[in-house]
């Protein structure tokens, strides 16, 4: 006789909500996995909700002081609040800021780059050059490998862009 109850919709949904945890070291000795029922939220998924509910809080909060007039704000009770002046000014010192840290970081990267003049644009620690590499080896059978990782030499770059 068949067990109907482990095909019944209640019973595939009851097992889609519990949580399963493997663990490989609880039971190493015996070849398989442990499984624990670990049900509820995770303390990240808890602090991503609140941090997102808290957000969408206080930029209502922020644009209800910004955009209703103070005879709204007063006949709600509130009226002790930072002026106005603030409600521009904060967002435009916070974008000025970002745009002169990037500002900042591409002059750093400017000064870091040598000039286009300097050889040291064309060659450093790390050149390869593939007639140093290959001039050691001997292949047999005039076979020749895929040649190796190297860099294109400026003449052949420049023949091949410009003829």
Same mark, same amino acid.
């Given at each position: ?57 206080? @930029? ?12 709204? #704000?007063? $006949? +709600? /009770?509130?009226? *002790? ?7 521009? @000014? ?12 990037? #500002?900042? $970081? +591409? /002059?750093?990267? *400017? ?53």
């Amino acid at each position: 006789m068949v067990d109907s109850s482990a095909n019944s919709p209640r019973r595939m949904l009851s097992l889609s909500r519990e949580r399963a945890f493997v663990s490989i070291l609880d039971d190493e000795k015996e070849g398989r996995f442990a499984l624990s029922n670990k049900q509820g939220a995770k303390l990240l998924e808890v602090y991503g909700f609140v941090g997102s509910i808290s957000t969408i809080v206080a @930029a209502g909060l922020f644009f209800l002081w910004a955009y209703l007039p103070e005879p709204w #704000l007063h $006949y +709600l /009770g509130i009226t *002790y609040y930072p002026s106005r002046y603030w409600a521009l @000014a904060i967002p435009t010192y916070v974008m000025v800021t970002i745009i002169f840290i990037i #500002l900042f $970081y +591409l /002059g750093l990267n *400017y000064m870091a780059t040598v000039p286009s003049t300097s050889w040291n644009s064309l060659f450093d620690d790390h050149t390869r050059d593939a007639s140093r590499i290959l001039s050691g080896h001997t292949f047999i059978d005039g076979e020749h490998p895929i040649d190796p990782i190297s860099d294109i030499p400026i003449t052949e770059v420049n023949a091949s862009l410009y003829g």
